[in-house]
């Protein structure tokens, strides 16, 4: 671990990005160049006195969980992402292995959309972040841990994952999920993730093992969805997907167009927030 040079280059990426790059409000006075360090803190998901440390050359040796949070939070491109683990003593990720690293260019989109739900999903269906919206939507994705983090592994073991789509959607939505799967499989190989999550779903699930004997192959999502909300019912939606060039991650945007109910729902679940979770844990 290289204490100086990532300190060093922590500080310069801070002090190279703007808070109306991120979506986070200026101020009236602002005496430091860039963001705060409570601010690329909060956006990370640490504490700002350990962000502190870190730039001041006395913090612990990161995990390579951490990093890929700064990664995100400080919107580094691959190749500064791979400099950010390598200074910190850590082997840079693989394209195949799954790295939680989002696409600063899909991020760049999210961080202007707030009226409307919009994350971002590896092409295993894994969470990397999500708005306020979509996580009133669907859920808090952040807290996912091992193969679950995958929403295609959860459809198939967890029937609460279904109760966001109307009963009589879940079917097609089941070969969807899978054809999405059948699709990173194909390039990512048996032995990556995709493969690890193909074997546990085959134990687990007859229906998983079913449809994957079909060999159905696709990466895309409906341009149409219902979603349901327990409060306010069934919300209609479009859905627009943007992928990167590799295809190994995508941003799905979910609006509704002006004066119709799927558009008064979604100003409602603006209000509700994620109140709604709350009342469901024990």
């Known amino acids: 671990m290289d204490r100086a040079a990532l300190a060093d280059f922590l500080r310069r ?19 430091t160049r860039g963001l705060r360090r409570e601010e690329v803190a909060s956006l990370a ?3 700002t006195d350990y962000y502190t440390r870190l730039e001041q050359q006395r913090g612990p040796q990161p995990s390579e969980q951490m ?25 840079a990720p693989t394209m195949l292995s799954a790295s939680p690293h989002v696409a600063p260019a899909l991020l760049r989109v999210l961080d202007r959309l707030d009226d409307t739900p919009a994350l971002v999903l590896t092409d295993l269906g894994e969470t990397l972040v999500q708005n306020r919206m979509a996580a009133a939507l669907f859920g808090d994705a952040s807290g996912y841990t091992g193969l679950s983090r995958s929403a295609i592994y959860r459809w198939f073991t967890d029937p609460a994952e ?3 789509y109307p009963e009589g959607d879940r079917d097609r939505q089941s070969r969807a999920q899978v054809a999405n799967l059948r699709a990173a499989y194909g390039l990512r190989g048996p032995r990556s993730r995709a493969g690890e999550l193909v074997r546990a779903l085959e134990r687990t699930s007859e229906e998983f093992a079913g449809l994957w004997a079909r060999h159905e192959v696709a990466q895309r999502f409906e341009d149409h969805k219902t979603l349901v909300h327990p409060e306010l019912g069934p919300i209609e939606l479009d859905c627009q997907a943007l992928f990167t060039e590799d295809q190994s991650q995508t941003l799905l945007v979910l609006t509704a167009p002006p004066r119709t109910e799927g558009y008064e729902k979604l100003r409602l679940l603006a209000v509700l927030g994620l109140d709604r979770f709350a009342g469901t844990e024990s």
């Open 45 to 47: 998901v640490m504490s």
């Open 13 to 31: 990426r801070r002090e190279a990005l703007q808070p109306e790059d991120l979506g986070l409000p200026t101020g009236a006075r602002r005496r």
């Open 67 to 91: 990093l890929a949070s700064l990664a995100r939070a400080l919107r580094l491109t691959a190749d500064e992402r791979d400099y950010l683990y390598r200074t910190a003593g850590h082997n």
């Open 162 to 164: 279904r109760s966001v």
